[in-house]
């Protein structure tokens, strides 16, 4: 009997403890952590340097409430998170976790549209397929049906553009074309809803859970940037899951040279040592509310020093260990390996994403990209099947949430050739049983 309850009754073993990118139950079975958790363990588990700096905070201090003291521990963190964002965006906001973080980054934009007498912007245009936070502020800008729908009357819907699935739609993602095709469609909403009433567009540089490690094909994130800065849009990049070094570089943005207004981190910016959050903005952006009379906005744990100290600690972790680079390696060698199962299983439709931020997409049939029938909830079975032999992956439906089954393989940034060749055998291995699974649930 358990006491606590999550999303689903499904029972998991207890973990006992986790070292690198391994983790044991009570029972002693040993599991490879491929998802990173929810692709939040970028420096893997028990990193003795980390939990060295949080040991020196809580001799000192473990909670220091913001207004009425500053923090050697926040202020440090703020500093080389400022150092590592482009030029201009040195202020700062923190957070306990992704949603939050969301839900910071839009009232700051409205409080900023306030301040500059555009009190008539307050839309924020996102994607369908999106995901950005289970908090009410967060799913209005969500587009993944299962998890918005329960709650609409509860919310303000906001306007929504198609995530730019080239695979999908039988276009080339390498053709800069492409990129402007669905960058259009963010212009054409945007005239659609009336210039003065959109106040940011928020947008995943790479796709999350929601759409798999979507990849934005040639020229779309530089053709967004330069939509928003035509109509006075603000440009929030969510990193939550990008951040931290997860695609080769340590912020997503920096592939396409971006220069947004707000950025989003959390999961791997602490990498499941303490919940922290965090959004960076740009100087001017901030000052403008500042001078209206400070940001209307809070939490009880923002700032806490023990989680700033842990963050700074990973983040000194990720350059000594030169993560962000072995990501870029490690993420070749993986999509590598990802092919390869392709080839050799039919089942797997689609093979995508950059660094080690991977998916692969379960399909019925490959040339039509056709879904397999939500009734046999494949993306589930995988994950139990290889929870079973010892892998943890990730999964979720990639077409709107209702159908559409990929897997998210995103193992700890210190990942090896040895522990990717683990992580592919034992897919190969339960891809193998799945497809037998199916067959039987077919002829059943």
Not at 214 to 240: F, S, T
Not at 290 to 296: H, S
Not at 358 to 370: C, G, I
Not at 391 to 415: A, F, N, W
Request: net charge negative.
């Amino acid at each position: 009997m358990s006491h606590l309850f999550y999303q689903t009754a499904q029972r998991r073993p207890v973990l006992d403890q986790a070292r690198g990118v391994y983790m044991w139950d009570m029972d002693g079975k040993r599991y490879l952590d491929g998802s990173s958790g929810a692709m939040v363990c970028n420096i893997g588990h028990s990193n003795p340097h980390v939990l060295d700096a949080m040991r020196r905070q809580m001799e000192k201090s473990t909670f220091g409430y913001r207004l009425h003291f500053e923090t050697e521990a926040s202020e440090a963190l703020a500093a080389k998170t400022a150092a590592l964002c482009p030029g201009g965006m040195n202020k700062i906001f923190f957070v306990s976790g992704g949603s939050e973080a969301v839900e910071s980054a839009l009232k700051l934009a409205r409080q900023h549209a306030l301040a500059m007498g555009q009190g008539t912007r307050w839309k924020v245009i996102s994607r369908s397929p999106s995901y950005h936070g289970c908090t009410l502020g967060a799913l209005a800008v969500t587009g993944y049906a299962p998890l918005t729908a329960p709650f609409a009357p509860m919310m303000r819907a906001m306007p929504m553009i198609p995530a730019p699935r080239a695979y999908l739609d039988g276009l080339d993602p390498a053709d800069p074309a492409t990129g402007a095709h669905y960058a259009a469609m963010l212009e054409a909403e945007i005239i659609a809803q009336g210039p003065d009433t959109v106040l940011a567009f928020i947008v995943e540089p790479v796709g999350g859970a929601s759409t798999g490690a979507l990849v934005p094909p040639a020229g779309y994130m530089q053709a967004v940037q330069e939509i928003c800065r035509k109509y006075g849009v603000l440009l929030i990049l969510d990193e939550v899951m990008t951040g931290a070094g997860r695609t080769g570089r340590f912020l997503a943005l920096e592939h396409w040279g971006l220069s947004p207004d707000i950025v989003v981190l959390s999961k791997g910016f602490a990498a499941g040592y303490m919940p922290l959050g965090a959004i960076a903005a740009r100087d001017d952006l901030v000052q403008a509310v500042l001078d209206q009379g400070g940001f209307l906005h809070g939490f009880t744990y923002a700032g806490n020093p023990l989680a700033c100290a842990a963050g700074a600690a990973v983040i000194d972790e990720i350059d000594r260990l030169g993560l962000v680079q072995n990501a870029a390696e490690m993420g070749k060698a993986l999509r590598l390996q990802l092919d390869g199962l392709m080839a050799r299983h039919p089942i797997i439709g689609d093979v995508r994403g950059k660094g080690l931020l991977m998916a692969f997409e379960l399909m019925a049939d490959h040339d039509s990209k056709a879904p397999l029938p939500p009734a046999l909830n494949a993306h589930q079975r995988l994950v139990d099947i290889a929870y079973d032999m010892g892998l943890i992956v990730y999964s979720r439906r990639t077409r709107d949430g209702i159908e559409g089954d990929h897997i998210m393989v995103c193992p700890p940034l210190i990942v090896s050739e040895a522990h990717l060749d683990e992580i592919t055998e034992t897919l190969d291995a339960a891809l193998t049983r799945l497809v037998a699974d199916l067959a039987l649930a077919e002829m059943a």
